[in-house]
């Protein structure tokens, strides 16, 4: 029981690779429900000053720990994410624990079965910890906007860690979760990872089931993994990627052994870089860390090539039309009947739904669908929705011959480290602006993955961004994982 228990605290202190963890669950030094107790030991510290948490789902945790145990003490080949231990953003639902999507107009809501990509990380094995804190409706770009307080950035607590799945970001870069699950519309799973130093992925559009996922934008919303390394961020991946009769956008096409696939060494590959990621407004240090990126996958055999993605410049212009208007019809579903809070003021029916959704939804959830609603009204849908969605087709089509010329495609994450809590709430524009490297991704349906490249003087996290074709996934994880293994 000593040895289990060094085991288990050698891995909440410092977790290894999770085929090591799984290694040492079947070979019975680590008890999977051993490992589960620790967490929750982790929790209960640092989730008092961080926030990460909203809710915890110990029972179910335990129950699956248990069962991997169980397993394990038969000699049964254990399922690949054996043990690990999972948080989730609160804006999947899971059967009977609450789904807030951190804002108050979900409060006490408890759906009655499990998102897609949940259910397929239990069926393999993880324990899922508990649900975790986020932009209120996945709304944001810092963690800020949550009912229930801001997440604080673990790299500095005065600092954000991004958002919107900033929680799910801090989750791992302060070990209280092996691995986590995140949601991406505009860049929401890659900044979050870029500032708190972990690796983040943004699979291609349909890749992951969207059932069970509360909408923010329907034609943008994505489900990815959190991880401390790419390769199991690869592992992570594999196991919720794949077509669900659930979801009419899911894609078909077979899930490869990404973990496997990231294995694979780069030499011989083009990458390309686009001027437009690189221009004004780019933090120095953050360039230089990116250019140390680059220099490392040459020193790895690629070759380094120049692409043009002018369109680059109406893309964040385009998204916050795209996607306000998705969420304001998206949203309008939360009116004080069919979910959540009801406003005691009701003494009419327009009353009811107008109280309600004025006193549950914040600031920025506000602010977005006033601009969606305003860009789908008759005399403005032509000239705003429909203009966005034109240009949305000339950025992915610019995209599509990029990569006829290269494989892959590296950028800066975001133009800048963390900043301070508090430093742009009050300047919603600049808070969007600091999108701009994420959010062509996003509108052009495309994977990457974002794995740090060095940091800042003052220590803070720098994120390369790898894009790849659509699923391109592996092309991806390769790249990633070269500039991982220079240690930059």
């Known amino acids: 029981m000593a040895a289990e228990t060094k085991s288990v605290q050698n891995f909440v202190e410092k977790p290894g690779m999770l085929a090591e963890l ?3 669950i079947a070979a019975g030094r680590t008890k999977a429900t051993d490992l589960a107790t620790a967490y929750y030991d982790r929790i209960a510290a640092k989730n ?10 110990k029972e179910r945790a335990l129950e699956q720990a248990a069962r991997v145990d169980a397993l394990a003490a038969k000699g049964d080949p254990l399922p690949p994410l054996a043990g690990v231990p999972v948080g989730i953003k609160d804006v999947l639902v899971m059967q009977g624990a609450p789904a807030t999507a951190a ?6 809501y408890r759906p009655p079965y499990d998102a897609t990509s949940v259910a397929r990380l239990e069926a393999a094995g993880a324990v899922l910890l508990g649900k975790i804190n986020c932009d209120e409706f996945a709304m944001g770009s810092s963690n800020e906007n949550s009912a229930y307080g801001p997440v604080r950035n673990p790299v500095d607590i005065d600092r954000v860690p991004g958002g919107s799945s900033g929680g799910s970001a801090a989750a791992v870069a302060a070990n209280m979760a092996v691995a986590t699950l995140g949601t991406d519309t505009g860049g929401s799973i890659r900044q979050p990872a870029s500032f708190c130093g972990v690796v983040g992925v943004l699979p291609t559009y349909g890749r992951v089931s969207r059932c069970g996922l509360i909408a923010l934008a329907s034609s943008l919303d994505r489900v990815g993994p959190f991880a401390a390394n790419v390769r199991d961020a690869a592992t992570l991946l594999g196991a919720i990627a794949g077509h669900d009769p659930k979801d009419a956008t899911s894609l078909a096409a077979p899930v490869e052994d990404y973990a496997t696939e990231s294995d694979k060494p780069v ?7 686009p001027a437009e990621y690189f221009g004004e ?14 220099d490392a996958l040459k020193a790895a055999g690629c070759t380094v090539k120049p692409v043009s993605l002018p369109t680059t410049k109406y893309a964040v212009p385009t998204y916050y039309l795209v996607a306000t208007a998705e969420a304001s019809a998206n949203l309008s579903r939360f009116d004080g009947v069919r979910y959540g809070y009801r406003s005691p003021r009701s003494e009419n029916l327009a009353a009811m739904y ?19 609603t305003y860009a789908l009204s008759a005399g403005y849908y032509e000239a705003y929705y429909r203009k966005a969605q034109q240009v949305r087709r000339l950025l992915a089509e610019e995209f599509l011959r990029a990569f006829a010329e290269v494989d892959a495609i590296v950028t800066p994450t975001s133009p800048a480290p963390a900043f ?11 808070m969007y602006l600091a999108d701009i490297y994420t959010v062509t991704a996003s509108l052009a349906g495309i994977c990457g993955v974002t794995v740090p490249c060095g940091s800042t003087r003052a220590g803070l996290p720098v994120g390369m961004q790898v894009l790849a074709r659509h699923l391109g996934e592996s092309t991806a994880f390769r790249v990633a994982r070269a500039v991982e293994a220079a240690k930059i």
Not at 48 to 57: A, D, F, K
Not at 103 to 108: D, F, T, Y
Not at 267 to 273: D, K, P
């Open 354 to 372: 107008r109280h309600s959704r004025d006193e549950a939804f914040g600031a920025e959830v506000k602010r977005r669908i006033l601009l969606g």
């Open 420 to 430: 301070k809590l508090g430093e742009k709430t009050g300047d919603p524009l600049s």
């Open 103 to 108: 804002s108050k107009i979900l409060e006490g």
């Open 281 to 294: 407004g780019l933090d120095p240090e953050v360039r230089a860390a990116i250019e140390k990126g680059i």
């Open 48 to 57: 008092p000053t961080l926030n990460v948490y909203l809710s915890l789902t």
């Open 22 to 24: 799984r290694a040492e």
């Open 267 to 273: 030499e011989g590959m083009r990458v390309g870089i």
